[in-house]
């Protein structure tokens, strides 16, 4: 800080004993710094030098005041640096779309190695279906937004950016004991059997209407839900059957008895999507570096 240079010159002085190896050591004019010594000592009314043949010493003024002048230094470095690095800590509102489980999308450790790397970061959290996650990153309501769909669906939408961050399967779940009404793993067949579907925004909706399509079939709705967690009740209390994820329906096979179609595996990606023009946004390119830490084993 320029108000500080006279006290620059006054140490950089008493430290080398010489005004011209100061001004090399400070990078100005010896008569810059002779000049600031003498304004320096006008300004305190106190003589802080004394000339001789081997260079200039300090006087008992100069002594008594040489630490007060290099802590008033340090202080001022210390302020400068603490302004600098206001200028590099990331601040501001991060917007997140989340779907199903916290423990499926790694959101607990996304978010703790996120404000680590931020802590003035402030994140808000906004759960919904894949779809509506995705609407709400085009629109620019979300920052960024977990997604669920096939492989590959959706990356040649031009306004968006996709990362896939792992892939796994769908199954079919149905009650306990219909392994006979399974035995026909024609879509059309199954298409006849008492449906539990999702509204049109869930990644279930869209799988199930893509294995349809060849067949033509229409599901036989007898409900919609809009929470796997409903979804997998009625389906333990015999209404119908649905699709669940394979950790989901592995388990609820294990600990319900559901029963499940073996034969039949739907392929889905779980994404991180964004705007592309908003990729080197500071809050967005925060959020994506730390998700590169979270899930290290993604898919190229």
Request: with cysteine; proline share 4%.
């Amino acid at each position: 800080m320029q108000e500080n240079s006279a006290l620059r010159a006054f140490v950089a002085v008493a430290r080398t004993g010489s005004v011209s190896r100061a001004a090399d050591q400070l990078c100005i004019t010896q008569p810059a710094v002779s000049l600031k010594l003498k304004q320096l000592q006008q300004h305190l009314g106190l003589t802080l030098f004394t000339r001789r043949p081997q260079g200039l010493t300090l006087t008992a003024d100069g002594y008594a005041l040489l630490p007060a002048a290099e802590n008033a230094l340090a202080s001022a470095l210390a302020f400068e640096q603490s302004a600098s690095a206001l200028h590099s800590t990331l601040r501001g509102k991060l917007k997140i779309g989340t779907i199903v489980d916290p423990e499926f999308i790694r959101l607990g450790k996304f978010l703790s190695r996120l404000m680590a790397r931020a802590p003035h970061l402030e994140t808000e959290l906004h759960h919904s279906m894949s779809g509506s996650v995705l609407a709400k990153v085009e629109q620019g309501e979300l920052d960024v937004g977990f997604y669920l769909a096939m492989p590959g669906e959706g990356t040649d939408n031009s306004a968006l950016a996709w990362r896939e961050l792992t892939h796994f399967h769908y199954h079919i779940v149905a009650p306990a004991g219909w392994e006979a009404k399974l035995a026909d793993t024609r879509w059309e067949v199954l298409a006849a059997l008492p449906w539990i579907v999702t509204p049109t925004d869930s990644v279930h909706h869209r799988l199930l209407k893509y294995a349809l399509a060849a067949s033509g079939a229409k599901p036989n709705r007898v409900a919609q839900v809009d929470q796997e967690v409903c979804m997998l009740d009625l389906v333990r209390a015999g209404v119908g059957l649905s699709l669940a994820r394979d950790a989901l329906a592995m388990t609820e096979r294990q600990e319900s008895g559901l029963t499940i179609a073996d034969s039949i595996r739907l392929p889905c990606a779980l994404s991180l999507i964004w705007r592309k023009e908003r990729a080197t946004e500071p809050t967005v390119k925060a959020a994506l570096d730390t998700l590169d830490t979270v899930w290290q084993n993604r898919l190229n």
